[in-house]
T-cell receptor
Framework: AQSVAQPEDQVNVAEGNPLTVKCTYSVSGNPYLFWYVQYPNRGLQFLLKYITGDNLVKGSYGFEAEFNKSQTSFHLKKPSALVSDSALYFCAVRDPFRSGANNLFFGTGTRLTVIP | DTEVTQTPKHLVMGMTNKKSLKCEQHMGHRAMYWYKQKAKKPPELMFVYSYEKLSINESVPSRFSPECPNSSLLNLHLHALQPEDSALYLC????????????FGPGTRLTVL
C-alpha cells in the first residue's frame, strides 16, 4: 500500500508567487514526514521534517510545511518562489513497515519549475 | 557538518568488470543506507546497515555486495552488472534514533555498457 503520495508530477509557478507542492500520507500511528529537494544530477538535500509538535514546520531556504492530520497531508510551501527553487521535490515517510530500520519511503516526486 | 561523501562521481563499466562504490561520513552516524535511483523516479532502498551489521537486504541481486568495514565507511561492490543496473546510487546515513534525519551523499552515476 502506498504510504506517501505526490499527486502532481509537475508544478509551474511564476517567480515571486507563492508555491505549494502537495503530499498526502497513509500510515497508521504517528507519521514521521520529510521533504527533500534534488537538483539535476545531485543527491537529495534535506529541507524539513515533521515528527511531533507544532503543525507548521519551518525548514531550509525559506520553505515550510504544514502537517494536517485530518486531511493526512504535508504540503510544502514557500511564500515567494525563486527561479533557483526549480528542482525535483520528494516527500518521504519513515517506512511504516520496518520501523526498526528507519529507512525512508519516498513519494514519486514533483518537478517544480519557477518561471522568470 | 552534515556531509556524506561518495566516490566516484561517475563510473562506466562493462558487464564483466568488478568495481566498487565508496561512501564516507564522519558524523558518528551508526545507520547507513544504499539507495538506487533511476531517472525521474524516487530512490529505492537496497541495503541498510545498523552498527556496521547488515540489517536489511531488499532482495538485491548478488551482483551487488555491500560492505561496512567500519562505522564511517560503506562500500558497494559491483560485479557482472547488467545495463539495467545503470542508475544513480545514493548513500545516506543517520543517527540510530527513529526521529533523526537521513543525510544523503551526492551519489554515483553508474553506467553499465
Amino acid at each position: 500500500a502506498q504510504s506517501v503520495a505526490q499527486p502532481e508530477d509537475q508544478v509551474n509557478v511564476a517567480e515571486g508567487n507563492p508555491l505549494t507542492v502537495k503530499c498526502t500520507y497513509s500510515v497508521s500511528g504517528n507519521p514521521y514526514l520529510f521533504w527533500y529537494v534534488q537538483y539535476p544530477n545531485r543527491g537529495l538535500q534535506f529541507l524539513l521534517k515533521y515528527i511531533t509538535g507544532d503543525n507548521l514546520v519551518k525548514g531550509s531556504y525559506g520553505f515550510e510545511a504544514e502537517f494536517n492530520k485530518s486531511q493526512t497531508s504535508f504540503h510544502l510551501k514557500k511564500p515567494s518562489a525563486l527561479v533557483s527553487d526549480s528542482a525535483l521535490y520528494f516527500c518521504a515517510v519513515r517506512d511504516p513497515f520496518r520501523s526498526g530500520a528507519n529507512n525512508l519511503f519516498f513519494g514519486t516526486g514533483t518537478r517544480l519549475t519557477v518561471i522568470p | 557538518d552534515t556531509e556524506v561523501t561518495q566516490t566516484p562521481k561517475h563510473l562506466v563499466m562493462g558487464m564483466t568488470n568488478k568495481k566498487s562504490l565508496k561512501c564516507e561520513q564522519h558524523m558518528g552516524h551508526r545507520a547507513m543506507y544504499w539507495y538506487k535511483q533511476k531517472a525521474k523516479k524516487p530512490p529505492e532502498l537496497m541495503f541498510v546497515y545498523s552498527y556496521e551489521k547488515l540489517s536489511i537486504n531488499e532482495s538485491v541481486p548478488s551482483r551487488f555486495s555491500p560492505e561496512c568495514p567500519n562505522s564511517s565507511l560503506l562500500n558497494l561492490h559491483l560485479h557482472a552488472l547488467q545495463p539495467e543496473d545503470s542508475a544513480l546510487y545514493l548513500c545516506a546515513s543517520k543517527e540510530i534514533a527513529s526521529t533523526d534525519t537521513q543525510y544523503f551523499g551526492p551519489g554515483t552515476r553508474l553506467t553499465v555498457l
